[in-house]
């Protein structure tokens, strides 16, 4: 009854699926979490290390968490302490890029205690998490349109370090808030221009140059107004192991943010790839994002849910393309641990203007920063 | 009054009015007033001083901001709930009498006892919920916090008491309801004045404390019993039109005042142990914010609670439907107070008692939206007995099975329980009515079969006003014969009362005891459906054909269930599966409906596949066919419509996978299903990158066609295409006349036709006058609206400021909010924004102390206070803190304190702090006396800028005021930095110059170690460091100091100790103990009290002990002043006896005198004479002495005779005169005739 944080009504999980949605909205929800049955059934079973280094980030960004894993690692409890953010270091783990570790600090950073200035360092951009670049160029505009803004918003690439070695450097900033704003993001608007960033290191700095250019080729058939930024670091700031890759963002009228990305195999894994074949790929797939479509593209789907869900007791919409799979859990989360739930509308498609639309429609639980000082 | 002494008419003489009358005057006259002043001295009128200026700019600017307020969204509901009127005030200030003649006033109803709310429709859009509150500071803290309007009575013949001032900052600190004084017992002032001078003093006093104007109402006088009809009149109309705040707590928390509780535990737990914890079901109207179903709650005075079940009811005191008439119909006057006992009806925690005399308004309403209206109507109008009837009436349970009559079973020997409490089964009705709207197929399944069992339950005769008939009656049973007694049956059985099925449970045994085999087939079945029990015991009794054979129709009538709730939503059904908890069978069942629930809307076919599988082969068959089935339903699944059951359907589904876990099948089978969820999760990498499957090929050019409309290059719509834009704007300002020359300027209409013509052209000729005509009114439309926009932006141009900014944004924020979820129907509104205020709810909770029900006491408020998101959290609350200054004593820290906070009220240890200058958090012994001090408790999270109020106990009245401090939280944490002065002392053991070796201060060099640089002070003031540890001894070290030491002087390292916060959080549970012990909650004493209820003394410090005072006598050596001194100082100051007393000559010292014998003869002879002569005078003496005496004993004799002489004599003349003036003044009266 006057059980003390929340243990009586822990959330429980099955499986090592979705650790870092579970952990994060534990922590914003205040409510414990007890998985059980992580990877038991596997080879190599319990926690992988990269997901004990995000535990270990989750324990750095908080104070007065509880976590308790068994001897196998395949249980874990995590009774979440208040979000205490300020100036943190994190070694994140090579298995995962930062951006995987990022997309957890952007759901918990506005949120915090004191404005969380992070410093993370391992691989910044990998094939299987979107990299820092493309989160720079698309989740931090969003989080604009929720209140979040001022001086502290900010994400600076300091070393860039490809996979396998790692060896990057990224220092985060985000300011606190007590309240989000809801948002009406009804019209994404028309795309007018193309923005990216092509990066090579420990490479010849030409390939950056063949990626543009190729790139271009395709983007050009559209709009006229592409510039994509090539960008060679040397020396210390080129990580441990060589790469390049492309990160393209479309821009449209109103304000919205499309991504797309691409990079080479990692150093010793797969075949080598062209520089010209990634730039037309990746050119292709900002296309297919572009016909997805939507207020925001699809690996901020659930960033912008999130901010949705958390705002005032207000109605928030926004329409976006289709639902990725991790929005889709993302929302079934959202469900069990702040009892939310949208109203999901399809949308018809329209002539010229990509594929299904969906409109998501919700009340804020009225989620209030009880972290933050007031005085 | 009098017509001369009326007040003559006064002119005036300023103002507006004033100036334009006297000029027009002038104007009359021909003397013009001069011109404007402005004009005829513009040097006056000039900037004087532009710093000036600038000032009083800035004062007008500030005086302006400072009357905003920060815009907030308006998220009042478009039906409020009733709003909270508290009537609060001392003991036998007239409450009651209060509340009683305000419900007459409204609803001319007279309520015998109140107890809980109390609601009643006051006008044709407010309602209000009136509601009683004690003077236990536990009711008065709990009601403040749900007060909307708060009704504060005063004695005035007595004055204001300390409960007023206490309730009055109690509800300052949890936000500030509206305020209404109402002054009561002024009958029993006989003096006109002193009525007055008392009104206003109390007026001004009441006026201090709420503000300048607060509203006080005067009741004057008793009339049989009651207050004045008219003064309750006006008080109704101030209640009926006030405007209330809305108030920041209340705004963001769900909240509920409980009108109704019942307890819904199983009575065969209670009977095997009267202390289970109970599950209780609370009522009451939604207020506050939206409420989630499964969120936490707190009960104050209970504890925290997980809701289990919310579901809505209809309002049971509605406002009127139409709004057109001018004021409220009688009808309409409703007034709904479920404890109070209005029109009979008492709801108590376990029963509804009905006093059948009594005439309820709102039934009637309700009874005319409900189908069996009729039906309840023709029974009210028979004559017959429902003994009588229940023996002749038949009901068949299944379309084709044979109708049952109430013989049959009595046939079969059951027996027939008594029951003494008249409508028990209706509560049941209502309750089960209002929240599984949904199970009631089941229900009615089930209550099917109970009915034989009960058909014989004849006593149940009451019928109740509010039964509710199913919906869907016909499909589920067939009316035989007669349909009324049957409808009237049906209810009656419908409620599946927990106690009901076991009391018919154990009926059953008896019935298979007694005769088995005379069981009629129809009935066995039923009973094996009824419920689980049932079914176990004829598992039991039965052999095992038996059984099979009963599962096989089970089966069946599950199915029937489903086909018949195939309309009814998914959730409906599974919780309709549940509730009925039958055996395994029943749980494939419920995996089968599930199944066809998710493809509920059209597939119909589909279960009838199902149910001709079930019917023909048997129980395992449903299986067939279900990949397929599965696979329909993913397709279907797939299409974008539904995209909400992708999402949530699945999740809900894969829930209950979780729940249902390792059924057995049979208590043999081990059911192992596929767990989705784990495959999900192999399937899926922790990522939000959403790759793309299946990648257009963008050379081709019908792809890159499909996206050419989401890039500005592409075309775009008519209304924001660049082209049509500049057309619009020409037609738009296309048409003027040009006043100076005459010339008509028309725009291009031509042109837009063009466009429009080109348009049409291409879409192919669809053209038709009316699309035409269209066309041109939606252009006219659009340029009305165009024109609109202009005229609006040139004329808030002035006023665009941020505020109206601001403002115009949550205007639109609160639109959207209303209008979003508007058209939708309550169950989907309720599952995307929760349970909206304004409704009316039913709340499920389980575990709760059986104190709770057994002590449960509708007087005292109850009220359910919803909890946001990690509120229900306990950690360390920094809270700035100031002692309340009508407290008699200061606060200690350490000692416990019972806080306010939130929707709780708890006990906790607060240690008080105050911030130092440079941000340490110094821990305070006492609070300060009229400051701001910081405290930190272990306490329920909070949200920041949450007041609070701390009392030393909730037990109790005392006469001084009981509010111990009030404050606001500050901070949150999971951490505490408070620490207190440490001040560590050492001896030199050595000295050299400024340098010295201390011993003492540490144990160990490790800890000098962690003290090196610490600055050290000794008693004398000297500064010094701390330099390094000494080997030996050990925790000596050496320190340096700006001067010498003294080997004398202590040596004093200062440093703080940081401070933990006991971990004490003790809700005060108030509402478990007995009514008559409410307010006697006591939680952990502080030291002092235990020590004085104990009788300890603590042994105090000897030295600290008073003793008597000796004082000794005090010795003064004699003054010495030096020859030297003396003799320099003048005669006048020169001592000057003592010399003379100390010198003392020869020749004065005493000499003996030897006498000769002659000498000795004659000295002798002269000593014996004198002698005699000595003698002689002696004698002497002593008669004169004697004859003195005498004398004067003579004298005084003679001396009282003559006073006595005298005293006659005085009395004599005083007679004479008296009788003289007696003479005059009887002459006197005489005289006047006489002379």
């Known amino acids: ?375 | 009054m009098e017509e001369g002494q009326k007040k003559a008419h006064r002119k005036r003489h300023s103002g507006p009015k004033a100036v334009r009358k006297k000029q027009r005057r002038l104007k009359e006259l021909g003397i013009e007033d001069e011109v404007d002043p402005q004009k005829r001295n513009p040097k006056a009128f000039t900037v004087q001083s532009a710093v000036r200026m600038a000032k009083t700019f800035h004062r007008a600017q500030d005086l302006k901001t400072k009357k905003h307020h920060i815009p907030v969204v308006d998220r009042t509901p478009l039906e409020p709930p009733p709003f909270v009127v508290v009537v609060m005030g001392p003991p036998k200030v007239g409450k009651s009498t209060l509340i009683r003649c305000l419900i007459r006033n409204f609803t001319k109803q007279k309520l015998s006892g109140i107890r809980g709310p109390v609601t009643i429709i006051t006008g044709k859009k407010r309602r209000i919920s009136i509601i009683e509150c004690g003077n236990d500071m536990n009711s008065m803290i709990d009601l403040a916090k749900v007060a909307d309007l708060v009704l504060m009575l005063t004695d005035a013949s007595f004055g204001f008491e300390m409960e007023t001032f206490e309730f009055l900052n109690i509800c300052q600190v949890h936000g500030f309801p509206k305020i209404m004084g109402v002054l009561t017992h002024l009958d029993t002032f006989k003096n006109s004045k002193q009525l007055r001078k008392t009104k206003k003093r109390l007026k001004h006093r009441f006026w201090t404390e709420v503000y300048q104007g607060a509203k006080l109402f005067y009741l004057s006088g008793m009339v049989h019993g009651e207050y004045q009809k008219q003064e309750i009149h006006n008080l109704g109309r101030f209640i009926s039109v006030m405007k209330f705040r809305p108030l920041v707590w209340q705004m963001a928390h769900p909240y509920v005042l409980a009108d109704r509780m019942e307890d819904l535990t199983n009575p065969e737990d209670i009977r095997k142990n009267q202390k289970c914890d109970r599950k209780v079901s609370l009522y009451g109207y939604l207020r506050g914010t939206y409420l989630k179903s499964n969120s936490q709650i707190h009960i104050p005075g209970v504890g925290d609670f997980t809701l289990r079940e919310v579901g809505f009811l209809p309002d049971p005191c509605p406002l009127p439907e139409q709004q057109k008439k001018r004021s409220l119909h009688e009808k309409e006057k409703l007034i709904y107070a479920p404890m109070s006992g209005v029109g009979g009806i008492v709801y108590d925690k376990d029963a509804v008692y009905i006093d059948l005399g009594g005439s309820h308004t709102h039934n009637d309403e309700e009874e005319e939206q409900r189908p069996n209206y009729e039906l309840v109507q023709s029974l009210i109008a028979t004559h017959s007995t429902i003994d009588t009837k229940m023996a002749s009436s038949k009901v068949s349970l299944f379309m084709d099975s044979k109708p049952l009559a109430s013989e049959e079973l009595e046939e079969n020997g059951y027996l027939m329980p008594k029951e003494e409490k008249v409508i028990d089964s209706e509560t049941g009705r209502v309750r089960r009515r209002a929240v599984f709207e949904e199970e009631e197929m089941a229900e009615s399944e089930e209550d099917k079969s109970d009915t034989e069992s009960e058909a014989e339950i004849g006593n149940q005769d009451q019928i109740d006003c509010e039964r509710e008939i199913d919906p869907r009656p016909i499909k589920v049973m067939k009316l035989e014969e007669k349909e009324a007694e049957a409808a009237v049956e049906r209810p009656v059985f419908a409620d599946a009362d927990d106690f009901e099925i076991d009391s018919e449970a154990e009926v059953t045994v008896d019935g298979y005891d007694d005769e088995e085999d005379d069981l009629a087939c129809e009935s066995e079945e039923t009973f094996m459906y009824s419920s689980d029990k049932i079914l176990e015991v004829s598992a039991m009794k039965n052999d095992v054909e038996r059984t099979l054979n009963s599962k096989q129709k089970v089966e069946k009538l599950s199915l029937n269930l489903v086909n018949s709730a195939s309309d009814e939503s998914e959730n409906d059904l599974d919780s309709t599966v549940e509730q009925t908890e039958e055996g395994s069978e029943i749980m494939e069942n419920k995996m089968l409906s599930r199944d066809c629930s998710d493809s509920e809307e059209c597939n119909e076919d589909y279960e009838e596949k199902i149910r001709s599988d079930a019917e023909t082969i048997g129980a395992l068959k449903w299986k067939e066919g279900l990949a397929q089935r599965a696979a329909d339903v993913f397709l279907k699944q797939q299409s974008v419509l539904n995209l909400q059951k992708l999402v949530y359907g699945a999740v809900s589904e894969n829930e209950e996978e979780d729940e249902e876990g390792d059924d057995t099948l049979g208590g043999i089978f081990h059911v192992n299903r596929p767990n989705t969820a784990s495959k999900r999760k192999n399937s899926s990498l922790d990522s939000s990158v959403f790759h793309v499957k299946n990648p257009h090929n963008w050379d081709l050019e019908e792809v890159m066609n499909s996206i050419q409309d989401c890039f500005v290059t592409g075309k775009w719509e008519s209304e924001k295409d660049a082209s049509t834009l500049l057309g619009e704007d020409d037609s738009v300002y296309g048409a003027f006349e040009d006043l100076e020359t005459g010339e008509v300027h028309t725009g291009q209409p031509g042109e837009l036709k063009q466009n429009h013509e080109g348009e049409e052209d291409n879409e192919g000729n669809v053209d038709s006058r009316n699309t035409e005509e269209e066309l041109e009114r939606t252009k006219r439309l659009e340029k009305k609206r165009k024109l609109k926009e202009m005229f609006d932006v040139d004329y808030d141009n002035g006023e665009g400021t941020y505020f109206h900014d601001l403002k115009d944004e949550m205007q639109k924020q609160a639109q959207l909010n209303r209008a979003e979820f508007d058209d939708q129907d309550n169950e989907t509104r309720v599952q995307y924004e929760g349970f909206r205020p304004g409704m009316y709810i039913r709340v499920e909770i389980e575990n709760v102390p059986y104190e709770f029900v057994t002590n449960f006491d509708s007087s005292y408020p109850l009220i359910l206070g919803g909890l946001g998101n990690s509120e229900g959290n306990i950690g360390y609350l920094q809270m700035r803190l100031k002692k309340h200054r009508w407290h008699k004593k200061i606060l200690k820290t350490r000692d416990p304190l019972i806080f306010s906070l939130g929707w709780r009220r708890f006990q906790t240890i607060p240690m008080y702090y105050i911030e130092d200058h440079n941000g340490r958090h110094r821990l305070l012994k006492y609070t300060p006396e009229h400051m701001h001090c910081s405290a930190t408790i272990w306490g329920p999270i909070t949200p920041q800028g949450s007041g609070f109020l701390a009392v030393p106990s909730v037990a109790g009245t005392s006469k001084d005021f009981r509010i111990a401090a009030t404050g606001v939280v500050l901070d949150l944490d999971k951490s505490v930095t408070i620490v207190k002065k440490l001040k560590l002392v050492g001896f030199p053991f050595k000295i050299y110059k400024n340098t010295a070796f201390i011993k003492g201060m540490f144990n160990s060099a490790l800890e000098v170690a962690k003290f090196e640089n610490a600055s050290l002070r000794t008693v004398s003031g000297l500064r010094g460091q701390l330099k390094k540890a000494l080997r030996t001894p050990e925790g000596a070290f050496r320190a340096s100091f700006e001067d010498k030491l003294l080997m004398s002087d202590i040596v004093f390292l200062r440093t703080w100790y940081p401070v933990l916060v006991p971990k004490l959080y003790n809700p005060v549970t108030s509402l478990l103990r007995p009514s008559g012990e409410r307010e006697t909650w006591t939680g952990m004493r502080t030291f002092g009290q235990l020590k004085h209820d104990l009788g300890i003394r603590m042994k105090p410090n000897k030295d600290s002990l008073y003793r008597p005072i000796e004082r000794k006598m005090k010795h003064f050596n004699p003054l010495h002043i030096p020859k030297a001194l003396q003799r320099a100082l003048p005669f006048k100051s020169k001592p000057k006896n003592q010399e003379k007393l100390a010198k003392e000559t020869r020749d004065k010292k005493p000499v003996a005198v030897i006498k000769s014998a002659h000498e000795k003869k004659i000295s002798a002879l002269l000593s014996a004479l004198s002698t005699v002569n000595a003698y002689k005078i002696q004698k002497q003496h002593k008669k004169e002495h004697q004859q003195h005496k005498e004398f004067l004993a003579q004298k005084r004799k003679q001396e009282e005779a003559k006073i006595k002489r005298q005293k006659e004599a005085r009395k004599k003349i005083h007679r004479m005169l008296g009788q003289k003036e007696k003479r005059k003044m009887k002459s006197s009266l005489k005289g006047q005739t006489e002379a």
């Open chain 1, 1 to 375: 009854m006057a059980g003390g944080g929340g243990g009586g009504r822990a959330v429980r999980w099955e499986g090592a699926a979705y650790l870092r949605m579970r952990l994060s909205l534990a922590a914003l929800s205040g409510r414990a979490v007890r998985i059980t049955g992580i990877r038991s059934q596997e080879l190599n079973p319990g926690l992988q290390d990269y997901e004990a280094s995000f535990i270990r980030l989750m324990d750095k960004i908080t104070n007065g968490s509880r976590i308790e894993i068994n001897e196998t690692g395949t249980t874990l409890y995590y009774q979440p302490g208040l979000l205490h953010g300020g100036r943190i270091e994190h070694d994140c783990h090579p298995q995962r890029s930062i951006g995987y570790y990022l997309e957890a600090l952007l759901y918990l950073a506005p949120f915090m205690k004191r404005p969380l200035k992070a410093t993370l360092r391992g691989i910044t951009n990998d094939q299987m998490d979107p990299s820092v670049d493309t989160l720079k160029m698309t989740a931090l505009p969003l989080m604009k349109r929720f209140g979040i803004d001022g001086e502290g918003l900010e994400l600076k690439v300091v070393r860039r370090g490809m996979a396998p070695g790692g060896g990057g450097e990224v220092m985060f900033s985000c300011p606190v808030r007590r309240f989000l704003k809801p948002i009406q993001l009804t019209d994404p608007g028309k795309i007018k221009r193309i923005r990216g960033i092509a990066y090579s290191v420990r490479v010849s700095p030409q390939i950056a140059n063949r990626i543009v250019d190729s790139a271009r080729s395709i983007l050009n058939k559209f709009l006229p107004d592409i510039y994509i930024y090539t960008d060679h670091m040397k020396g210390a700031y080129s990580g441990k192991s060589p790469g390049f890759g492309l990160s393209l963002v479309a821009e449209t009228i109103n304000g919205t943010f499309l991504s797309a990305e691409l990079v080479s195999n990692p150093q010793g894994q797969g075949s080598p790839v062209l520089p010209e074949d990634l730039g037309k790929n990746c050119a292709k797939l900002l296309l297919e994002e572009v016909y997805r479509g939507g207020c925001v593209d699809s690996i901020n789907q659930s960033l912008a849910l999130l901010c949705m869900a958390l705002g005032q007791q207000d109605v928030s919409k926004i329409q976006i393309g289709s639902l990725s799979p991790y929005t889709i859990e993302f929302l079934r989360h959202l469900k069990s641990y702040f009892q939310i739930i949208f109203k999901i509308e399809a949308q018809p498609m329209e002539e010229r203007k990509g594929g299904d639309k969906v409109l998501m429609t919700c009340i804020g639980v009225g989620f209030s920063n009880i972290s933050k000082t007031v005085t």
